[in-house]
């Protein structure tokens, strides 16, 4: 019985984990390309392209060298004499969890507009970020809103006996 029941739980894991075709992910209902999957962010290479690589989508090979030398070397015994107590001991909490990875070669992950920066902000979006509604989902996001419950009152909250 034991035998027969791992037989399938082995069974039923390979066939959900099992790839799905390809076909029909092209696309979502509404147009936009489907980006759905899973991805690996294990890179040192940033987001935007910093101001001293402008115009360059990559780096040389010394300069990829010492980038990955830079990320293997962060929070080790060699480099904490750099770090704050504060710092230091979160690393060493954390570093476990990390997947720092290497540089891919590129100066940024933005490939496009041309210049690996992000584009600015228009008018309409700083607007709307100064807007009440933008700060009240704000701090929706960060637990900070105002509190409809005895959960929300922190310090205020009775201790009974």
Do not use: K
């Not at 029909?24 to 991805?39: E, I, M, N, Y």
Request: hydrophobic share 35%.
């Amino acid at each position: 019985m034991r035998r027969t029941v791992l037989v399938l739980a082995v069974l039923a894991v390979a066939a959900g984990g099992a790839p799905r075709p390809l076909a029909g992910q092209s696309a979502t209902p509404w147009g936009d390309p489907d980006l759905q999957g899973l991805w690996n962010y294990s890179t040192n290479t940033p987001l935007q392209r910093p101001e001293e690589y402008a115009g360059r989508e990559w780096l040389t090979e010394e300069e990829v060298e010492a980038a990955n030398l830079e990320s293997r070397t962060f929070a080790t015994s060699e480099r904490r004499s750099e770090l704050t107590p504060l710092f230091d001991l979160s690393l060493n909490f954390n570093q476990f969890w990390w997947d720092i990875g290497g540089s891919t070669g590129r100066t940024s992950l933005i490939t496009d507009p041309a210049d690996g920066r992000l584009p600015p902000r228009t008018p309409s979006r700083e607007a709307y970020e100064a807007s009440a509604e933008a700060q009240r989902l704000q701090e929706a996001r960060w637990g900070l809103g105002p509190a409809h419950g005895p959960e929300g009152h922190g310090a205020q909250r009775p201790l009974h006996r």
